[in-house]
């Protein structure tokens, strides 16, 4: 299986800085046809969790443009340009390249300081 | 708007069953492979089960072959997982998802399942 390694696991910032979060997967999630199915999503308290990212950069729609991915192979990263409150949340990446075994990481806690 | 509705979750006794419901909206529900995932505090997020539009091709996470069954009726816009023979690590809440270049984009507001005694 396909390990997927969050850091950090906690991540305090100040709003309106900027607040990025690594994703690293135990092997390459270039797939056969070319593509890298790699997602980002966000899950505010109480909510379910809501995709932000797919395709390692492709955002979802309505997602502000605060957000943004990026990385190939076997790393990756989430990056927030000024976080707001409404950003507090946990963040996980997941990958879908190894068709049907989906991995996600561990999840990282954004909080403001 | 799509809406998905989770239903059917709740206490049960370890080795026991329970049927949870994904009822489906504001989207062509044939169309789409559907997928369970799971939450618990202790495991995190975890993918379950997947179902192809038709019905024709399931794929399972290997901790619950054998003991859930994932099906659905596209007449009723719905998604169902059998869970049998379940154990205190099912615990979890439940979500339904569509399934789409490989990531899910919809999500429902999950149901929760408590294996206790």
């Known amino acids: 299986d396909i390990v997927m390694t969050q850091s950090p696991l906690s991540l305090p910032v100040t709003l309106g800085q900027p607040a990025s979060i690594s994703c690293r997967s135990s092997?390459?999630?270039?797939?056969?046809?070319?593509?890298?199915?790699l997602s980002w999503f966000q899950q505010r308290p109480g909510q379910s969790p809501r995709r932000l990212i797919y395709?390692?950069?492709k955002r979802d729609s309505g997602v502000p443009d605060r957000f943004s991915g990026s990385g190939s192979g076997t790393d990756f990263t989430l990056q927030i340009s000024r976080v707001e409150a409404e950003d507090i949340g946990l963040y996980y990446c997941m990958q879908g390249t190894r068709w049907p075994m989906f991995t996600f990481g561990q999840g990282t806690k954004l909080e403001i300081k | 708007e799509v809406q998905l509705v989770e239903s059917g979750g709740g206490l049960v006794q370890p080795g026991g069953s329970l049927r949870l419901s994904c009822t489906a909206s504001g989207f062509t529900f044939s169309s789409y492979w559907m997928s369970w995932v799971r939450q618990s505090p202790g495991r995190g997020l975890e993918w379950v089960a997947n179902i192809k539009h038709d019905g024709s091709e399931k794929n399972y996470v290997d901790f619950v072959k054998g003991r859930f069954t994932i099906s659905r009726d596209n007449a009723k816009n719905s998604l169902y997982l059998q869970m049998n023979s379940l154990r205190a690590e099912d615990t979890a809440v439940y979500y339904c998802?569509?399934?789409?270049?490989?990531?899910?984009?919809?999500w429902g507001q999950g149901t929760l399942v408590t294996v206790s005694s």
């Open positions: 998802a569509t399934l789409a270049s490989s990531s899910w984009g919809n």
């Open positions: 395709r390692v950069s």
């Open positions: 092997q390459s999630l270039v797939h056969s046809d070319g593509n890298t199915y």
